[in-house]
C-alpha cells in the first residue's frame, strides 16, 4: 500500500525552528518528486515546497522562501522540510504528498500524508 | 503568477442532483496541468480528476472533468452522500509549482 506518514508538528514560539518528516512507502520513493503542502485553520490549500527526486532541484513560496528548507533520504525513504524562524502566520496542517507525471504530460498529487499540525504563538 | 478562481463558492444540493463546479484561470493553461481534489473535514486532500478530465485511479465515474484554455469544469452526475465535501482546482507550473484555488464548498441542502 502506498503510504506517506508525516511527524515533527509541535507548538513552536515565534521565531522558533521546527523539522517536519514525512515516511514514505509502497512507492520507489527515489524515482518521485515531492510536496509539501500547507492549509491554515479553516482556509484552503498553500503549496509550500517541492524537491525534486534526486534533490538537485528546490523551489519555494514565496512566503517560505529564505526560512524553509526542504530535503531527503533517498535511502530512508524520507522527506523533510525545515522550518526555521517561524512566524504566527505559519500555522497550518502541514501535508506531504507525491508528484505524479504522467505519460500524457500531466502532472498532480496523488498520494497525501494524512498531515501533522503546526501552531505557532507564544 | 496564475490565479484560479472557484465558483461558486458553496453550492448547496440535494442527493441525487447534478452538481457543476467552475474553476477559471486568470490566463490560458495547459489542460494537462489542470486537476482536482477533494477535501472532506479532518482529513487530506484527495486526487480526483489529472490532465483537467481523466478520473484518478478508483475514482466513481460519476466524477468528470472538461474544459480548456481558461475555464474548466468538475461535474458530478449524481451526488452520493459520501460526495459533500470542499472541492480544489489546481494548475502545475513553473514558479510557484502548484497553486490551488480557494476551493467550493459543496453542502447537502
Known amino acids: 500500500e502506498v503510504q506517506l506518514l508525516e511527524s515533527g508538528g509541535d507548538l513552536e514560539q515565534p521565531g522558533g525552528s521546527l523539522r517536519l518528516s514525512c515516511a514514505a512507502s509502497?512507492?520507489?520513493?527515489?524515482?518521485?518528486?515531492m510536496t509539501w503542502v500547507r492549509q491554515a485553520p479553516g482556509k484552503g490549500l498553500e503549496w509550500v515546497s517541492t524537491?525534486?527526486?534526486?534533490?538537485?532541484?528546490?523551489y519555494f513560496a514565496d512566503s517560505v522562501k529564505g526560512r524553509f528548507t526542504i530535503s531527503r533520504d533517498n535511502p530512508k525513504n524520507t522527506l523533510y522540510l525545515q522550518m526555521n524562524s517561524l512566524r504566527a502566520e505559519d500555522t497550518a496542517v502541514y501535508y506531504c504528498?507525491?508528484?505524479?507525471?504522467?505519460?500524457?504530460?500531466?502532472?498532480?498529487?496523488?498520494?497525501w500524508g494524512q498531515g501533522t499540525t503546526v501552531t505557532v504563538s507564544s | 503568477e496564475i490565479v484560479l478562481t472557484q465558483s461558486p463558492g458553496t453550492l448547496s444540493l440535494s442527493p441525487g442532483e447534478r452538481a457543476t463546479l467552475s474553476c477559471r484561470a486568470s490566463?490560458?493553461?495547459?489542460?494537462?496541468?489542470l486537476a482536482w481534489y477533494q477535501q472532506k473535514p479532518g482529513q487530506a486532500p484527495r486526487l480526483l480528476i489529472y490532465g483537467a478530465s481523466s478520473r484518478a485511479s478508483g475514482i466513481p465515474d460519476r466524477f468528470s472533468g472538461s474544459g480548456s484554455g481558461t475555464d474548466f469544469t468538475l461535474t458530478i452526475s449524481r451526488l452520493e452522500p459520501e460526495d459533500f465535501a470542499v472541492y480544489y482546482c489546481q494548475h502545475y507550473g513553473w514558479s510557484p509549482r502548484y497553486i490551488f484555488g480557494q476551493g467550493t464548498k459543496l453542502e447537502i441542502k
Open positions: 509502497g512507492f520507489t520513493f527515489s524515482t518521485y518528486a
Open positions: 524537491i525534486s527526486s534526486s534533490a538537485d532541484s528546490t
Open positions: 490566463q490560458s493553461v495547459s489542460s494537462s496541468y
Open positions: 504528498a507525491k508528484d505524479y507525471y504522467r505519460n500524457d504530460g500531466s502532472w498532480s498529487l496523488d498520494v
